[in-house]
């Protein structure tokens, strides 16, 4: 997949710098559509959320969203959205997974490694069954060249 230098996208000191700073975090991928969720809000009774969604039309959209999901929470006061242009392996092994875990350890007094563990082995899954379509001509892509049997 893809992990290497010549891969335009956010460097990973900034992201690990909105991690720090953002009540949400969103991380799209190249080769699935769904997205890593980081609510790192809580209220005493919900803690942080983390976990893969579906891709929604705008912000405002996420936050409708949020709202009725965690209500005691209400919308988030902001959030950001970042495109991860390597792969979830990448990711995985990055400083900013780290840096999730620092803070929810930091702010809630929790481990957060475990729930992160389980999402990105689940995003890992969804990125190699995406990839496997998309060289077999699976749902959602189109083959050009057929071979002849």
Request: hydrophobic residues 45%; contains cysteine.
């Amino acid at each position: 997949m893809l992990h290497g230098e010549d891969v335009v996208g956010p460097d990973a000191e900034e992201l690990i710098e909105v991690v720090g700073a953002a009540e949400v975090v969103v991380l799209a991928f190249p080769f699935c559509h769904q997205r890593l969720l980081i609510d790192l809000r809580s209220d005493g009774i919900l803690g942080p959320l983390i976990e893969v969604v579906e891709p929604l039309g705008s912000p405002a959209e996420r936050a409708v969203w949020l709202a009725e999901r965690r209500p005691s929470l209400g919308a988030p006061d902001g959030s950001a959205f970042a495109f991860w242009p390597h792969s979830v392996g990448y990711l995985s092994t990055s400083d900013v997974v780290a840096a999730v875990a620092r803070r929810v350890n930091r702010e809630h007094g929790l481990d957060a490694r475990p729930d992160l563990d389980a999402v990105l082995h689940e995003l890992e899954v969804l990125e190699h069954d995406c990839a496997r379509r998309a060289v077999t001509g699976g749902e959602g892509f189109e083959t050009l060249w057929r071979r002849e049997r």
